[in-house]
């Protein structure tokens, strides 16, 4: 078995070493594409036991985090046992960049903050690599095999790779040969047809694990790639993307402009929605006051949803976890941007907000995340990204499920 992914880099693609510097002689880090391919195994397993009715866990879901882990291990690798598939890089060409053409990127700004580096990326990548089986493995069942290479084709796609790969930098184009399926035009992944990509994979899932599919209604414990649509018509909010009695736990909308853009544009447009000042900058409402703004996301405190970062200083939305990821995801392609948006109730049961210019404790504002408050705050983020959207003229819709 063997698979070739030819990769043709779309945009900004930081991919620094351990000084952060892009490096000639190592310029794609398998190191990266195998911690993004594992992250996405790990999401198709987890929606795999979800549609089961195997991940109803409502606190710490220990036992059912270290069987993931235990089922992901088995097929990339642990501390336990060696990975069945290799990443051998077969040709790489780039060329070189410095720093001052990407400075406008709200990401490029928060990584190089007070100077800490010196930006550096790679630009116009190429790159031919093999997927094949580990020389110690003497089968893999074929169950196994479509899981593995369609979360890894899954992840090239709703992600880029290094530093804001979450948010639309370093994505890739990608060239197959070695794998069929109808979402394939030309050996290349057509957007459109995710849907097929997507089911396939987590049928096969739902075969490796050899699991039913059994009725669920409530949300997910953990993020997890599933077709189930949840009814959220008890929650008072607008929103015209969805029925509020079937609104999916995973969802993927595709984004184009009206008008040509370019991509390094369409980056920099779509990041800002993440961030408080471009996203209010951009929708015409002011950014001196949280309290009088326009912005829902930002009068109702609900931007604890776009992520929790790793590093607090005493302001903004704190709570007791080191890490919470944003749920949304954006790759920006050059034909179209995709987000992908996860909905589950893996968040800290208590956040709190203070201001950056409140007194020690005055103004301190906590906020209790429940099931119903995270329902909230998915279809209030999913509204407000519409009408982002229609502001800076860009069409959209769901392609999955």
């Known amino acids: 078995m063997s698979l070739i992914l030819k990769l043709r880099s779309e945009n900004w693609l930081l991919l620094g070493g351990y000084d952060t510097q892009f490096h000639k002689d190592d310029p794609l880090r398998t190191q990266s594409i195998k911690g993004l391919w594992r992250y996405w195994l790990r999401v198709y397993i987890a929606g795999a036991l979800y549609e089961a009715g195997k991940l109803k866990c409502k606190k710490e879901c220990t036992s059912e985090i270290e069987y993931i882990c235990e089922k992901t291990g ?81 992840a090239l796609s709703l992600n880029g790779i290094g530093k804001g790969g979450r948010r639309g930098l370093g994505t890739f184009s990608i060239e197959v040969d070695g794998f069929e399926g109808k979402f394939l035009k030309d050996k290349k992944i057509n957007y459109n047809m995710l849907k097929e990509l997507i089911n396939g994979t987590l049928d096969s899932a739902r075969s ?100 929790l970062p790793r590093e607090q200083r005493g302001t903004g939305y704190i709570s007791n976890v080191n890490r919470r990821a944003s749920p949304i995801h954006l790759a920006v392609h050059e034909e179209n941007a995709l987000f992908t948006l996860f909905l589950s109730s893996n968040w800290p049961t208590e956040i709190r907000w203070k201001g950056l210019y409140e007194k020690e404790q005055r103004g301190e504002k906590p906020l209790n995340v429940d099931g119903n408050r995270v329902k909230e705050a998915y279809l209030c983020l999913i509204s407000s990204l519409e009408n982002y959207l229609k502001k800076m003229n860009y069409k959209y819709e769901v392609i999955y499920p």
């Not at 501390?79 to 053409?101: P, Q, T």
């Not at 990127?105 to 093999?130: C, F, H, M, T």
């Not at 984004?255 to 390094?264: A, F, H, M």
Request: charged content about 30%; proline content about 3%; overall charge positive.
């Open 74 to 154: 088995n097929i990339l690798g642990s501390l336990n046992s060696a990975s069945k598939f290799r990443i051998i890089v077969n040709k790489v060409s780039f060329s070189e960049k410095g720093h001052k053409d990407i400075c406008s990127a709200q990401r490029i700004k928060l990584l190089s903050l007070g100077g800490r580096w010196k930006v550096s990326y790679g630009e116009n990548l190429y790159a031919e690599i093999r997927i094949e089986e580990s020389p110690h493995v003497k089968r893999i069942d074929e169950n196994e095999r479509k899981l593995a290479l369609g979360s890894l084709l899954t």
């Open 208 to 307: 490796y694990l050899n699991l039913e599919v059994e009725r669920v209604s409530e949300i997910p414990p953990l993020d997890c790639i599933s077709r189930v649509k949840i009814d959220l018509s008890d929650i008072g909010e607008s929103i015209s993307l969805f029925d509020k009695r079937e609104v999916p736990v995973f969802t993927i909308i595709k984004v184009e402009p009206k008008t040509e853009k370019r991509i390094e544009d369409m980056v920099i447009e779509l990041q800002d929605f993440f961030y408080r000042p471009g996203r209010l900058r951009r929708m015409g409402f002011k950014t001196t006051s949280a309290d009088k703004s326009q912005d829902i996301i930002t009068r109702r405190r609900l931007a604890w949803f776009l992520g």
